[in-house]
């Protein structure tokens, strides 16, 4: 149809007296459908890269659903085919998906099941038309009488008039890709959140500002920081009798701090390639203490290397000058080199050290180390490092010191980010097994234990707690010899206590704290919600005649009816006692949704599908489905956020029995 008498009945509307949308949801609807409009030749969701659908997957806004609804409204009457041709895309090759081949399936309506892993093919400009078409005809004001249903399809046809304008005008649809959010405010879009109070965009504003003051002052200054506090609490498992002793105890062990050392560094930048470096630390062992203070100069020399030139100065030890040197030799080989010269009472110390380092493959790099001077030795060492291990293999011949070393650490793919590590290192000094895990406890703090037992050492409990660029190290020695109970109390003490830490603290902590922030959140936008809430009820009156239309056509072919649809948040056996189920009925929008016995939903959060709303702001939610198929009864439950396809033969109820 052309498009000027397709266009003809939709003027005169008050389309355009629509306020423009949050400029960062249209820059996520920009990108988002750019990505989907892509002429893929049959790619698929899955083919999409998680930083491509991470945008897909927080949009809420009513127009991005209606857009998002008519993209993929298509794929339930035109079945799995192959995707035509279309124009060439502006973004860059790195941005497409990849091709992905048709998973099967049959080209018109039928009474199959949809094959697991099927997806619909994109839209193209003529789908997009029909599907813009159909909605079109469900919301057209002139179909109802009553003034407040009027009122309501009037709302929803202006916001899916929207939509199809921002879709069909390929310049529209680009612009994020092509000029990023620059380019959306060239366009006259607002810079704040529509329907934000005043105080709300203050305070909104200020946060932001803070944060960034915040960052940049962090990003200028780079401080780091190490706390070290050595524990000797041998007397736990090492205690003379008490015939040996001069002094009577009180029956107690007694642990002691033998030493500590603290360290502190910050950074000055002076200009683009000058950067002024002052650190100083502070030690102390069995009384016995001193300090040193240190000023470099770094400069950035070109792209492929630096120099830094330090001085330092301390009570136990004279004037330190030193050089240090990094230039990349080729893209895969770099080196550095750092000489000093230590000034004492017995003279001048000179040391030089060498590192030459050439990335073996992706993930691996190998390193050649020359030290002269002070404590001369001869290393060698190969790091592989991937995204769910480290290893690392090693080989020192020196003065006083020559070893091999193999260390393994396991990473595992949660939130928490826990590691799980183990070495082995031999050497002219004795044996040393070590093992230990780590785990992530907040947003910026890394707590981790290690058990280190070692001849001639004995046994000692590490734990270290890395808060930000700040380090917390403390090294407990337990014994001199190798006790079985040492180890048995080394390895359980930090799980028990680590469990009892985070069930009794830790986790009632972060648990009230994400209540505080939903709490807040709730009341932030608690007039949105009821507003949504409104308008999906609205959207329900207006589809129960279209619904009972589809439900009179699925059940004269036996094909897709809803029983029943929830939305929401579920409560399971897991849940806490005082959790309640917050969930509404959607049977009918889903309903609503069927054609041709298909239904198909994209990844994108379900709350901004019409007739859906957020019943719990903050929360997880899923989509429950009980649906009838050629007369048998089938269910199928998912998260928000995942896609859902049915009819399934996996989603079947089975009833034997």
């Known amino acids: 149809m052309p498009e000027k008498g397709f266009r003809k009945g939709f003027q005169g509307r008050r389309v355009l007296s629509l306020e423009m949308p949050d400029p960062l949801l249209m820059e996520q609807l ?57 124009p060439a895309s502006p973004v860059p090759t790195a941005h497409l998906p990849s091709t992905v081949s048709p998973s099967g399936g049959t080209s018109g309506p039928g009474f199959q099941h949809l094959p697991d892993g099927a997806d619909g093919k994109w839209a193209s400009s003529e789908e997009l038309k029909a599907a813009y078409r159909r909605l079109c005809m469900l919301y057209h004001p002139d179909k109802h009488r009553d003034p407040e249903l009027k009122s309501q399809a009037e709302r929803l046809f202006n916001l899916v008039h929207q939509a199809y304008e921002v879709l069909s005008d390929p ?47 962090q990003q200028r200054t780079n401080p780091k920081g190490t706390i070290s506090v050595g524990v000797d609490a041998t007397d736990l498992f090492d205690r003379y009798d008490e015939e040996y002793e001069d002094v009577s105890g009180s029956g107690f062990p007694q642990i002691e701090i033998n030493k500590m050392h603290i360290s502190q560094s910050i950074e000055a930048p002076l200009t683009a390639t000058d950067t002024a470096i002052l650190s100083g630390s502070l030690s102390t062992q069995n009384g016995n203490g001193g300090g040193s203070v240190n000023f470099a100069l770094r400069r950035v020399t070109s792209a492929k290397g630096w120099g830094e030139l330090e001085f330092g100065a301390g009570d136990l030890q004279g004037p330190l000058f030193g050089l240090k040197l990094f230039r990349n030799l080729t893209p895969r080989c770099f080196v550095t080199t750092n000489c000093a010269l230590q ?55 020196g003065i006083p010191h020559s070893f091999a070393l193999i260390s393994y650490q396991h990473k595992f793919q949660d939130d928490d980010q826990t590691r799980v590590k183990g070495s082995l290192k031999a050497g002219f000094f004795g044996t040393i097994v070590e093992y230990g895990a780590e785990r992530k406890i907040s947003r910026h703090s890394v707590l981790g234990a290690s058990v280190s037992i070692g001849v001639p050492q004995g046994v000692s409990l590490k734990v270290k707690l890395n808060r930000a660029s700040q380090t917390y190290f403390f090294p407990i020695h337990l014994t001199d010899q190798l006790l079985p109970s040492a180890v048995f109390y080394a390895t359980v003490g930090p799980l028990v206590i680590y469990l009892a830490m985070h069930r009794l603290i830790i986790k ?76 509404i009925d959607v049977t009918v929008p889903l309903q609503c949704l069927v054609k041709d016995s298909k239904l198909i939903l994209t990844e994108a959060s379900k709350a901004g599908l019409p007739g859906f709303y957020d019943p719990c702001v903050g929360e997880e939610k899923s989509l429950r489905v009980l649906y009838q198929f050629r007369g048998v009864l089938h269910q199928v439950m998912v998260p928000d956020s995942e896609a859902l396809r049915i009819p399934k033969q996996s989603h079947r109820i089975d009833t034997d029995g």
């Open 508 to 583: 009632p902590y972060l648990r009230a704290q994400k209540e505080k922030e939903l709490e807040k959140q709730r009341e932030n936008t608690a007039s949105d919600i009821l507003q949504k809430k409104q308008e999906a009820e609205a959207a329900v009156r207006l589809m129960q005649e279209s619904v009972r239309r589809i439900i009179e056509a699925e059940e004269s072919r036996m094909g897709l009816i809803i029983v029943n649809a929830w939305y929401g948040k579920f409560v399971n056996d897991k849940s806490r006692k005082n959790e309640k189920v917050k969930v």
């Open 343 to 397: 000034f004492s009472s017995r003279g001048i110390r000179p040391g030089l050290t060498t590192v030459l380092a050439r990335n073996l493959d992706k993930n691996t790099v190998g390193y050649l180390q020359w030290r002269w001077g002070i404590q001369s030795a001869m290393n060698t060492s190969i790091v592989r490092d991937t995204k769910t291990c480290h290893f690392t293999v090693a080989l020192q011949l």
């Open 30 to 86: 920009m990108g988002t459908f750019w990505q989907l409009l892509i002429p893929s030749g049959g790619g698929t969701a899955e083919s999409l890269s998680s930083r491509q659908l991470g945008s897909v997957a927080g949009l809420k806004d009513k127009l991005q659903a209606t857009a998002l609804l008519l993209l993929f409204r298509v794929t339930a009457t035109s079945g799995f085919g192959e995707v035509s041709p279309g």
């Open 171 to 217: 310049q529209t649809r680009a612009i994020y890709d092509i000029y990023g959010k620059r380019g959306l405010e060239m366009e006259g879009w607002e810079v704040v959140e529509r329907k934000r109070t005043p105080a709300e965009i203050r305070e909104e504003f200020e946060r932001l500002q803070r944060e960034r003051e915040e960052r940049r002052l």
